[in-house]
């Protein structure tokens, strides 16, 4: 008889690493799976599942539109459309001038924000992209042709071409955004990457250049938006204004939804037939985005973002681990930098503990939970969190025994604030496990618990 690894291994494309689990229901910030262990999930789908596990808002209105209407094409407008492309526009603050496209994913929102970009031509003079290395933005071709992630892009070549990826730094825009630049694509946060913040003004110049130079300035929102960092979008903390926003993910609650938001001029660029989706957009979708906006909107659950991730960061410091290197990231999208490359083997022991937390390369946790997260969860994270670091401190003291070779004084990893998840996983400090999860990840960007994002 097989059992579900069996089927895994004999029915699904290998595109992702071993699953962790076999989940079978959710409730709330936690999880289930066919053995009837239960799991604090800290990950939430990857940024996705906003409200947690089967809320009843969001249950309660894909019944409601699903005896409704399901699926009419963009040949016809629906209800459930036009409110949520009113909301968003409201909730970014694009004024009247501002419009919404919709599509099925963050990797489709990212494909129209390229092909917008490629709109802005100055009669020819402008045929550069420029996005930023080591950045995430999904898997399709354009997509990918503007991650800055080479691993990711070589085995796919040739991709889209005009793109260049820079630094980040303020000089790097300095050096580069000229008249020759069609737009500059960026993430507010490196999710992906560890959950990386720019530096200081990062924002600001960036806006303060592509005015200067007629350029867009497209931000990926879509790890970020939806409440996730403690306000609606990150872009919003810098005080600035983009010319267009790539959303998804929390904006569904865990129903594929896509979009670009665009704000004044750039509303104006794409025209009849340049650009379209069968599904995108379809009521059913954009009524559970209304159901799930509305009830963030509601529970004021960007305020608890925000509170929930500075008390969640303070927790993490509070462990005084030297393995602790630094906290990074705003509300409740978190990263863990690590002293050693010891990230997926406190994954594992996270799992084994009951508590589903993200390893997107050998030095960065990513923390993502639900944004109903309260006091019980923060308290269960912490117990089962620390019985995970207890492990791999273990572990780790175990190798560093004076049986073993001496500690030469050389880095372990790549600094904290600049993980290079292209590289090749150094060997990791692995506690001993079920074998049900003791299967490391195979892809630093495989979607199951045991690894990071693919659905972008």
């Given at each position: 008889m097989s059992t579900w690894r069996d089927d895994v291994?004999?029915?699904?494309?290998r595109t992702f690493g071993p699953p962790a689990a076999f989940l079978v229901k959710g409730e709330g910030c936690s999880v289930w799976d066919s053995?009837?262990?239960?799991?604090?999930?800290?990950?939430?789908?990857?940024?996705?599942?906003?409200?947690?596990?089967?809320?009843?808002?969001?249950?309660?209105?894909?019944?409601?539109?699903?005896?409704?209407?399901?699926?009419?094409?963009?040949?016809?407008?629906?209800?459930?459309?036009?409110?949520?492309?009113?909301?968003?526009?409201?909730?970014?603050?694009?004024?009247?001038?501002?419009?919404?496209?919709?599509?099925?994913?963050?990797?489709?929102?990212?494909?129209?924000?390229?092909k917008l970009a490629r709109l802005n031509q100055a009669g020819g003079k402008r045929t550069r992209v420029l996005t930023l290395e080591n950045s995430f933005h999904g898997r399709t071709m354009g997509a990918l042709a503007l991650t800055g992630k080479p691993a990711m892009r070589a085995p796919f070549e040739p991709l889209p071409g005009g793109v260049e990826y820079l630094e980040t730094t303020i000089q790097a825009l300095e050096d580069n955004i000229d008249d020759t630049v069609?737009?500059?694509?960026?993430?507010?946060?490196?999710?992906?990457?560890?959950?990386?913040?720019?530096?200081?003004?990062?924002?600001?110049?960036?806006?303060?250049?592509?005015?200067?130079?007629?350029?867009?300035?497209?931000?990926?929102?879509?790890?970020?938006?939806?409440?996730?960092?403690?306000?609606?979008?990150?872009?919003?903390?810098?005080?600035?204004?983009?010319?267009?926003?790539?959303?998804?993910?929390?904006?569904?609650g865990g129903i594929p939804i896509g979009a670009i938001v665009t704000f004044g001029w750039a509303s104006d660029l794409f025209s009849q037939g340049q650009h379209g989706s069968t599904f995108g957009g379809n009521p059913f979708a954009t009524a559970i985005a209304n159901a799930v906006l509305g009830e963030i909107e509601r529970a004021d659950l960007v305020g608890n973002a925000?509170?929930?991730?500075?008390?969640?960061r303070d927790l993490i410091r509070s462990f005084e681990s030297p393995l602790i290197e630094e906290v990074r990231g705003r509300g409740l999208l978190v990263g863990i930098g690590l002293s050693q490359p010891i990230a997926p083997a406190l994954q594992q022991a996270a799992l084994a503990h009951g508590l589903?937390?993200?390893?997107?390369?050998?030095?960065?946790?990513?923390?993502?939970?639900?944004?109903?997260?309260?006091?019980?969860?923060?308290?269960?994270?912490?117990?089962?969190?620390?019985?995970?670091?207890?492990?791999?401190?273990?572990?780790?003291?175990?190798?560093?025994?004076?049986?073993h070779a001496p500690h030469d004084g050389a880095a372990v990893s790549a600094p904290a604030s600049a993980p290079a998840p292209e590289a090749e996983p150094e060997p990791v400090l692995t506690p001993a496990l079920p074998p049900a999860i003791a299967e490391p990840d195979s892809d630093s960007d495989s979607a199951s618990a045991s690894a990071p994002n693919a659905s972008v």
């Open positions: 291994e004999r029915d699904m494309m053995e009837g262990n239960r799991y604090l999930d800290f990950l939430a789908g990857i940024a996705v599942n906003s409200l947690g596990h089967a809320h009843p808002v969001l249950v309660e209105a894909a019944a409601r539109q699903a005896a409704t209407l399901v699926h009419v094409s963009n040949l016809f407008s629906t209800p459930p459309q036009l409110e949520l492309a009113s909301r968003l526009k409201r909730l970014a603050g694009t004024g009247e001038a501002g419009r919404a496209y919709f599509c099925n994913s963050g990797a489709e929102a990212n494909e129209a924000a390229f069609q737009a500059l694509l960026l993430e507010p946060i490196k999710g992906e990457s560890g959950v990386i913040d720019p530096p200081e003004g990062y924002l600001k110049r960036a806006r303060e250049l592509t005015e200067q130079h007629g350029v867009l300035l497209i931000i990926d929102e879509i790890q970020t938006g939806a409440g996730r960092t403690g306000t609606w979008f990150a872009f919003q903390q810098a005080d600035i204004v983009p010319d267009a926003i790539t959303v998804a993910k929390g904006i569904g925000q509170r929930r991730g500075a008390e969640l589903i937390i993200n390893a997107p390369n050998p030095t960065s946790i990513r923390l993502a939970p639900p944004l109903i997260v309260g006091d019980a969860e923060l308290a269960e994270f912490r117990e089962k969190f620390g019985r995970a670091l207890e492990d791999v401190s273990d572990a780790a003291a175990a190798v560093d025994a004076p049986a």
